[in-house]
């Protein structure tokens, strides 16, 4: 496992030639939005139900940001 603070990650973002989105230790509340969506998307979708194909656990997390982004607006 690497963690958003290890060694392993960051060399792996410079590989890649992506910019880290977090900023240091102690820093939990910029990332609570995030990982409040994450929580939420595995409780109503992943968790609830098998899906038989990757394609259908793809629609249901499009279905799930879409109706998400609704209720915000």
Not at 17 to 40: D, I, L, Q, Y
Not at 56 to 63: D, H, N, R, T, W
Request: charged share 25%; proline share 1%.
């Amino acid at each position: 496992m690497i963690y958003s603070t290890s060694h392993g990650l960051k060399k792996r973002i410079i590989e890649a030639k992506r910019t880290h989105s977090m900023s240091r230790v102690g820093r939990c509340m910029e990332n609570a939005p995030m990982e409040s969506f994450w929580a939420t998307l595995t409780c109503e979708r992943y968790d609830l139900k098998r899906y038989e194909t990757f394609k259908a656990l793809q629609q249901a997390i499009k279905s799930f940001i879409i109706t998400n982004a609704i209720k915000k607006n």
